[in-house]
T-cell receptor, first 114, second 112 residues
């Protein structure tokens, strides 16, 4: 068990470009969450997967954002036509298949849009 | 989920107990109190949770008032590594499905 991993750890992109982030949850964790965190604020929920099904999306997830979790393993979060307001830390978390109280977070991907 | 109120920052001397308060006056009977912390440049980390009884684990103790309108997280012997932002979260169910709703938290600075 190596924990939740995220790639890349840092991404700098120009406004208007597309970016994609990857999250590898802990093995056997069927629940996966994406959060966004801006400076000085707590993380904000974006979307939730149970296995490969995307069951919940926040209003923060505009149509420029898309998330997938093919085969219920790793997940990707894509942002199209990035804007400066997308600059943030993107965090991924996972939790086990049984009802469980703890979410395990990865180290995050820091996105800077210039 | 009920809203929580925490002081924005606190200081604590190394080796002393750190007592972090949280107000959740609108909590419902089926809502749990969770505490997470986030050390700089890391993702949040679960600490402890409880419904109405006091709870203790290897990291901390959670004291919930009898009316459940407030709680206190206690780090019994704070170390420099406990410097972090601490989030108090109230959530409806004790399951892994629901997303966590973080506030701004309390920034705890442990002083040497």
């Amino acid at each position: 068990d190596t924990g939740v991993s995220q790639d890349p750890r840092h991404k700098i992109t120009k406004r208007g470009q597309n970016v994609t982030f990857r999250c590898d949850p802990i093995s056997e964790h069927n629940r996966l969450y994406w959060y966004r965190q801006t400076l000085g604020q707590g993380p904000e929920f974006l979307t939730y997967f149970q296995n490969e099904a995307q069951l919940e999306k926040s209003r923060l997830l505009s149509d420029r954002f898309s998330a997938e979790r093919p085969k219920g393993s790793f997940s990707t979060l894509e942002i199209q036509r990035t804007e400066q307001g997308d600059s943030a830390m993107y965090l991924c978390a996972s939790s086990p298949r049984q009802d469980f109280y703890e979410q395990y977070f990865g180290p995050g991907t820091r996105l800077t849009v210039t | 989920d009920a809203k929580t109120t925490q002081p924005p920052s606190m200081d604590c001397a190394e080796g002393r107990a750190a007592n972090l308060p949280c107000n959740h006056s609108t909590i419902s009977g089926n809502e749990y109190v969770y505490w997470y912390r986030q050390i700089h440049s890391q993702g949040p980390q679960y600490i402890i949770h409880g419904l109405k009884n006091n709870e203790t684990n290897e990291m901390a103790s959670l004291i919930i008032t009898e009316d459940r309108k407030s709680s206190t997280l206690i780090l019994p012997h704070a170390t420099l590594r406990d410097t972090a932002v601490y989030y108090c979260i109230v959530r409806v169910t004790d399951t892994g499905r629901r997303a966590l709703t973080f506030g701004s938290g309390t920034r705890l600075q442990v002083q040497p």
